[in-house]
């Protein structure tokens, strides 16, 4: 079984050193390419609503997978717009027409069950879900509860 790394990303270094590591792993002469799991999570998420973590679960084929939380209520645009050491953005990894991993999409919940049989107990859940009595505006809060942590991780 495989194990789950945690990083909160909340400062535009982390982010500048996560994207440059994505863009890496997709850069030809490639070794692996992982695979890459992304959830959103937010407060009236559509339109007119707003992310507040955006979850990134990367997958490389070692024993240890590795699951990124960018706080983007903290980081705001800057989560899409600061570029790498390459000068690439998340935004732009990925929007690139040449990102090969752009031709599947996966269900993460599906990889999860599939690799990581653990239980979820749903304490998260009920920090936001109306019928418990929850607010979205529980995905605002910072720090961001060890709760809100370990659903973020399960969903994605």
């Known amino acids: 079984m495989e194990e789950i790394e945690t990083e909160i990303i909340n400062t535009t270094e982390q982010i500048g ?4 590591w994505l ?3 997709h850069s030809p002469p490639a070794p ?3 695979t890459m799991y992304i959830d959103l999570e937010g407060v ?4 007119e609503g707003s992310v507040s973590i955006l979850t990134l679960l990367v997958d490389t084929g070692i024993p240890t997978a590795c699951v990124y939380l960018i706080d983007v209520h903290t980081l705001d645009a800057r989560a899409f717009n600061t570029a790498g050491a390459k000068k690439t953005t998340l935004k732009e ?5 040449t990102t090969a991993s752009q031709k599947f999409l ?3 919940t599906k990889y999860v069950e599939k690799e990581f049989p653990i239980s979820f107990n749903g304490k998260g859940e009920r920090l936001y879900k109306a019928k418990y009595n929850g607010l979205y505006d529980v995905f605002n809060q910072r720090p961001i509860p060890e709760d809100i942590l370990s659903y973020c991780v399960g969903d994605v």
């Open 17 to 20: 050193k996560l994207v440059h």
């Open 23 to 25: 863009v890496l792993r």
């Open 32 to 34: 692996f390419r992982p």
């Open 44 to 47: 009236n998420l559509c339109r």
């Open 93 to 97: 990894s990925a929007t690139r027409n």
């Open 106 to 108: 996966n269900g993460l």
